[in-house]
């Protein structure tokens, strides 16, 4: 199995792939006739070059941490889990139904209960799907993908006809009590004298994202349950043998990936927006699928990777903001991310399996003296040794 | 409701259907050739744009139309080369097409154009026009008749009769010759296939070619013929209608066409009135809209027929194991 060592699979494959993307992406800029390497530079200065640009950043990063955690929780059980979108979008309904419900007097106390909300309220939108795949044999790709759909008319309809305060006449719901306030990174770092941009809306919900984090990674290696879901998504038959329940595995791992999904509303609706607006989760859950393909399915993969999408989409907002390319740019990046860490990973990864392989063999002193042609890609055949 | 209301509502029914039925098609010969294709979405939108585009500088509709396909076909290759050659995820590969489109659509639009991410209008050449059958104005008179002769059958564009005519053209391929029974093959059992001296991978290449050639079809359509010009994210979810409407037509060329008709159905009734009375409780356009998903989910779970996809579908073939 092992055809090259930990650390190429890791990080090398990523890495070829992200500059293959970054190459495309240079191109397609110089293509509508602007500078790559000026692009570049506004990108950087706009995401990183100020506590303010760092605050979007990590905004930005929270949501996709959660929604990559969604997907790679589903990728382990060979789950495809495309609803994320909607899942979010449930989630935050549930988080608003809570931070509606009572006029909360501190955010202590609102936090835990507007988790359990959009938590809930995500799992439930992929409680269904899972329980068409695990007793209906439904394809979970198509039947989240429909509810995706469902669930973005199910809140349009809803914030027009009930949760919108009557008078009003944006769709939206009430804002949510103050003691709803999500305290901001600004707010936590002037407790230890650190300065931090007040604007950006980077709050608590960064640490409960990382938290996250650590959970699933606890959960996936660390606990008997984990194993469980890894065996199954290896091999379904093997883990039916070895007394793996699929209905289970199924259910559990869509109720914990549409959970984190949901979690997403807390940084969002909660910590940003502070109340529910339609189409609040702007395609995070579909971002996520490139952020855990990029992180690998492992947490401290999708945090890196989180990042990186952080500044891909703050960087670009600068860039729109400052140049005339439109933000658009950045859905053609995470396009090219997504298609050359997922849909094409063969293409970089036969190539230097097959480096490795013949560099192995030659150590070995098996390999005859055959010229070495660097840089081609031989046949796959010959990487499948 | 009177007669000229509901002639109108099935006359826009065919109207956005057609669009449905083209992808719908698209998707067809793509997953029974093995091959899942989310990416009939940003398919459509390339295609929607570069006819857009290409009919608005030329003034020919006709150029625009070959070169939305042209869009779509280099989507389709792209998706060709990961999920075949580089037995990739089709999924994944579906996604990125998808996020290709909907970036890069509006990114050249807008340097080309500068008017927000969308084309200029169309006019006159650059748009398909409809097509008054015979004697149309002269049975008008005729009670019943006249007005479905002249509203319902006649009057259309180009495109309409086309997306109509691929649907008998699509099942006799499919289903009497014997480059369809190939295809039908290689979405069931390649190895079978490959063992019977049958190429899979051209085949495969084949039918996701053909698919793109009728992505294009259809997104040329939206944007030359339904609407006069591109406009951002115009496909609006028909991409995935149609992969609702090709699960609830279970990759059936007649049914895809009932499929189609009915959610069209849905589209023209939620498009001409908002929210509909039935007697003591109100159904509001969202259900309208959500309908289809709805309904394909249904169809999906098996309560009203299986649907059972091609067997091979979404699985890369490997020759030697």
Redesign the interface.
Known sequence: MDKMPAWADVLLVPLVSLILAAVLSALVILGIGENPLEALNYMIQGALGSTYGWGYTLYYATNFIFTGLAVAVAFHASMFNIGGEGQATLGGLGVALVCLALPWPHWTLALPAAIIGGALFGAAWAAIPAYLQAKRGSHIVITTIMFNYIAFALIIYLLNNGLKPVGQMESSTAKFPEGAHLPTLHDMLAVIGIPFSKAPPVNISLFLALAACYGVWLLLWRTPLGFEIRAFGKSEPAGKYAGISPTKIIMIVMLISGGLAGLMAINTVMGEAERLVNNSVQNAGFIGIAVALMGRSHPLGIILAGLLFGFLVQGGAELAFWTSIPTELIVVIQALVILFTGALDNMVRMPIEAVFTRRRLAQAGRAENTPRTPGNSPPPTTAAE | MDFATFLQILDSTIRLATPLLLACLAGLYSERAGI?D?GLEGKMLAAAFLSAAIAFVTGSVWLGLLAGIGASLFLSA?HG???IT????????G??????A???T???A??WF?QG?RTPALTDGGRFSPIEFPFAEAILPVPVIGPVYEGLISGHTAIVYLALLMVPLSWYVLFRTRFGLRLRAVGENPAAVDTAGVNVIRLRFTAVAICGVLCGIAGAYLATALQAGFVKEMTA?RG?IA??AL?FAKWRPWYALYACLLFGFLQAIALRFQNIDIGAFTV?V??M??LP??L??VI???FVGKAI?PRAGGEPYVK?R
């Open positions: 899942f989310i792209i080369i990961a999920s580089f037995r990739g995820n089709q999924l994944i590969s996604v990125a097409i998808n996020f290709l909907s970036g890069l509006v990114l050249i807008q340097s500068a991410g979810g995935y992969l609702a699960i509001p969202e259900f809209d959500a998903y709805i394909t989910v999906l779970a098996g996809p030697e």
